[in-house]
T-cell receptor, first 114, second 110 residues
Framework: NAGVTQTPKFQVLKTGQSMTLQCAQD?????MYWYRQDPGMGLRLIYY???????DKGEVPNGYNVSRLNKREFSLRLESAAPSQTSVYFC?????????????FGSGTQLSVL | RKEVEQDPGPFNVPEGATVAFNCTYS??????FFWYRQDCRKEPKLLMS???SGNEDGRFTAQLNRASQYISLLIRDSKLSDSATYLC???????????FGPGTRLSVLP
């Protein structure tokens, strides 16, 4: 039972390079999320997808794009990486309409932009 | 003002101590409340949901005061394995997003 699988675990980019973070969940959840975590800031929502075919901006969407490829997969793309995007990125999923909703997280991606 | 605020920490306590974490939230329409635990360099994991009547899970007790928009987590008889960052999480009605506090780090010392 894999849960939420996120790749890569580590990545170093040069300013201006692009990359895509991949996320997949096998729990048949409708909702998926991308967060970034910076020291002292907590987790901040970048983008989310309430269901297959929909995506919406979160608190800090600038510099990012997302694709909800199907119900399982939700990718995050950095088109032109900047040092301010150095962070730990977490993908998560949940079943939004359950009475006892719970977020399941991937293991995170440590991204450094030089 | 941040939507969810927590004690800044860190808290350094000896084994066996009782420690309490506080959290306040600004959105009075919030409906669901949680405590998550995050170990160093790991993903957050749900510790417990917080209900209006208060709830207990072993050594952990969570309380909610809607009038004061305040949530607490009490850990009794602290263990070394309780060392982690504790995240307060708030959510509006079903279909709305989870909002995380900055977290409070706990170190339980031998």
């Amino acid at each position: 039972n894999a849960g939420v699988t996120q790749t890569p675990k580590f990545q170093v980019l040069k300013t201006g390079q692009s990359m895509t973070l991949q996320c997949a969940q096998d729990m048949n959840h409708n909702s998926m999320y991308w967060y970034r975590q910076d020291p002292g800031m907590g987790l901040r929502l970048i983008y989310y997808s309430a269901s297959e075919g929909t995506t919406d901006k979160g608190e800090v969407p600038n510099g990012y794009n997302v694709s909800r490829l199907n119900k399982r997969e939700f990718s995050l793309r950095l088109e032109s990486a900047a040092p301010s995007q150095t962070s730990v990125y977490f993908c998560a999923s949940s079943e939004l309409w359950e009475s006892n909703e719970k977020l399941f997280f991937g293991s995170g991606t440590q991204l450094s932009v030089l | 003002r941040k939507e969810v605020e927590q004690d800044p920490g860190p808290f350094n306590v000896p084994e066996g101590a009782t420690v309490a974490f506080n959290c306040t939230y600004s959105n009075s329409a919030s409906q669901s409340f949680f405590w998550y635990r995050q170990d160093c360099r790991k993903e957050p994991k749900l510790l417990m949901s917080v209900y209006s009547s208060g709830n207990e899970d072993g050594r952990f007790t969570a309380q909610l005061n809607r009038a004061s928009q305040y949530i607490s987590l009490l850990i009794r008889d602290s263990k070394l394995s309780d060392s982690a960052t504790y995240l307060c999480v708030v959510r509006g009605n079903y279909g709305q997003n989870f909002v995380f506090g900055p977290g409070t780090r706990l170190s339980v010392l031998p």
